[in-house]
């Protein structure tokens, strides 16, 4: 049984940790987050000590592993996007591999950075990236591997287009502020960019066509496959005969005209991934920073306009 500590313990991700710690017969000794009304916790770990200031969670952190012998093997961490360089670090620091939610950063820089520290402690760097073990994402992978060995020289052609609506309380976030999220790009769409070049192939051309604070939409150009995506937490874009359903979120991934059905399947990947974590088979560095280079240049780049090769949807944004 492994010891994790959890920061960022009353966000919206950080319930599937605590599942997938409970699932993989480990425990929460330790959990950190400003807000304290997180009843959740009573659900998986209700033993678990709980802070809502850094400095006392580093103490304990400290005195537990030195007052018991014991040591927190492992740290979750669920808190804001631009605050996991500095959790990770922490988490290296006092013995521990790190487990990230994604973006594992907001810049390849600081990939690299932890790069050295992690040469520095001997320890490891995991980053959640749910989707590679997707069964649907995995048959696409396959299907599209075996295609390329016929066909070495294939481009496949792809829409991207990933709605998930978000109210005011979004802008008034950290989510809202580019700053600390990394963006649109960053927040909701950097586990696709993922997924697609670890199917399709690196990215060899970047465009942004449209960038406001609740859309973002372009087309990259990857190994094997020219990509048109549009990424929006606005509600009013999502197509009528979705809304009509009652559905607030809506993601479409097509391949040559043809859809990938992926819409269910999702409980149990945060628990998959810390399975293959535990057992030494995680994600770390090397694979996260293709996408976070892809988000960070689109966070930089000047949007062009509809010009060239861009998303149809696109045309819905005044």
């Not at 592993?65 to 959790?87: A, E, Q, T």
């Not at 990939?111 to 590679?132: A, S, W």
Request: overall charge neutral; charged content about 20%.
């Amino acid at each position: 049984m492994k010891n994790f500590a959890l920061i960022g313990a009353a966000g919206y991700i950080a319930p599937r940790h605590m599942k997938a710690i409970k699932e993989t017969g480990n425990t929460l000794v330790a959990a950190l987050d400003p807000y304290d009304g997180i009843g959740v916790m009573d659900s998986y770990f209700p033993q678990a000590s709980f802070f809502t200031e850094f400095e006392r969670f580093d103490r304990f952190v400290d005195k537990w592993r030195r007052d018991s012998g014991n040591k927190i093997d492992y740290v979750s961490i669920c808190s804001p996007n631009y605050l996991h360089d500095s959790h990770i670090r922490f988490a290296l620091r006092n013995g521990a591999d790190a487990i990230s939610e994604k973006p594992l950063v907001l810049n390849p820089w600081n990939v690299d950075q932890l790069k050295v520290i992690e040469n520095e402690t001997g320890k490891k760097i995991y980053n959640i990236l749910q989707l590679r073990l997707h069964p649907a994402i995995i048959a696409l992978r396959e299907k599209v591997t075996k295609e390329l060995q016929s066909n070495p020289h294939k481009v496949y052609d792809i829409d991207l287009t990933y709605f998930t609506s978000r109210g005011k309380w979004y802008f008034v976030s950290w989510k809202g502020d580019e700053t600390k999220s990394g963006g649109i790009a960053s927040n909701i769409g950097v586990h696709f960019f993922d997924m697609l070049c670890w199917i399709f192939g690196e990215v060899q051309e970047n465009t942004v066509h449209l960038k406001t604070s609740d859309t973002n939409a372009g087309f990259l150009k990857l190994k094997h496959a020219n990509v048109k995506w549009f990424l929006s937490v606005n509600y009013d874009y999502i197509p009528t005969a979705i809304k009509a359903e009652g559905l607030s979120t809506y993601r479409s991934i097509t391949v040559n005209g043809e859809a990938i059905e992926f819409s269910g399947g999702f409980a149990d990947l945060h628990t998959k991934s810390y399975n293959e974590i535990l057992n030494g088979n995680g994600f770390g560095l090397d694979e996260a920073y293709g996408s976070i280079n892809t988000v960070s240049a689109i966070r930089n780049l000047e949007p062009i306009g509809l010009k060239g090769e861009y998303h149809p949807f696109c045309k819905i944004v005044p």
